[in-house]
């Protein structure tokens, strides 16, 4: 069952939850409530709760919680291949970008209207373009998303990726001289 925000400032915790259930709805038998706990959530309805609802947090509680996470990065949700219904996204308000953030989660990329799909957490849902989807990322700091379900590659992978890229690179220029 989808959780919708019970103030004007719980959409962390609710994009988040709601991001978990769709990835794993038989496993994830967390209620709202005590995810909010997990969270120590303040929930006071105020500014306040603002205070707990940065990407730190996010990453504290699903470290907690042993919940598998990775960030997604702006190229991949403008490509579609952000995991739908399973990603979190910190969107900001291109008129005053440091104030007005908002949590939501990516439902869907259409691919024949080209439109973006976005849980609000209150209930609606929108959708925006390419540009305008870049420009909610990018107008504000911190610029953030992540998917529940898959991990971040550990040290050793990301250390043999980079050497075999480096190794790649040297070759490149060898043939070319």
Not at 92 to 98: I, R
Not at 133 to 159: H, L, M, Q, W
Request: glycine letters at 6%; proline letters at 5%.
């Amino acid at each position: 069952m989808t959780q919708t925000m019970r103030t004007d400032f719980d959409c962390g915790p609710v994009a988040s939850y709601n991001a978990n259930q769709a990835h794993n709805s038989n496993n994830f038998k967390m209620t709202y409530t005590e995810f909010l706990r997990a969270w120590k959530f303040p929930n006071t309805g105020t500014f306040k709760d603002n205070l707990r609802d940065q990407p730190g947090d996010h990453l504290t509680v699903l470290r907690k919680l042993k919940i598998p996470h990775r960030r997604v990065y702006i190229e991949e949700l403008l490509d579609g291949k952000a995991p739908a219904g399973k990603t979190v996204v910190l969107m900001h308000d291109p008129k005053d970008p440091s104030m007005k953030q908002h949590w939501v989660r990516f439902v869907r990329f259409d691919r024949l209207s080209k439109l973006y799909h976005f849980d609000w957490g209150n209930g609606s849902y929108r959708a925006y373009n390419r540009q305008k989807v870049y420009e909610r990322f990018t107008a504000g700091a911190p610029d953030y998303a992540y998917c529940i379900g898959e991990s971040e590659p550990n040290k050793i992978s990301r250390a043999a990726n980079w050497f075999w890229l480096q190794l790649r690179n040297v070759m490149k220029k060898i043939i070319k001289s």
